[in-house]
């Protein structure tokens, strides 16, 4: 099954690829992986989150693949508490990815992604295409 990947590089910019999700299955939320594992070789990539079909966040300090409902007060991931104190309870995806991950989201460790995705074309161009 292909799911989304969100590729976010060192100078601020992200790419989206469709990947295979069969190497990732068991990998967790702050694993560093081999970019030839989902097709970008000569880099190395960490996983920084996801979500499942639901949108249901994924969270690392659930050492798990299914959801939860936890409780807590403080802001995070899927969070978002505005009262000084209050508790909330809500639900979120465990840390590990499972078969029901649609999107996990990447960071660039080591080596030069912008050269394994296309550069932005100029506006010029894109106008021309328009028209």
Known sequence: ?????????????CYAKAIDNSGLIGKKVSDKIDGSLIGLKGIELEITGGSDTTGFPMRADIPSTSRKR???????????????????????????????????????????????FPAEQPKEVKEEAKK
């Open 1 to 13: 099954m292909e799911i989304k990947s969100v590729i976010g590089l060192k100078n601020g910019k």
């Open 70 to 116: 936890i409780l807590t007060n403080k802001k995070s991931v899927g969070i978002k508490i505005e009262d000084h104190g209050s508790k909330i309870r809500k639900t979120v995806r465990g840390g590990i990815i499972a078969e029901d991950i649609i999107q996990v989201n990447f960071k660039v460790i080591k080596g030069d992604a912008e050269k394994l």
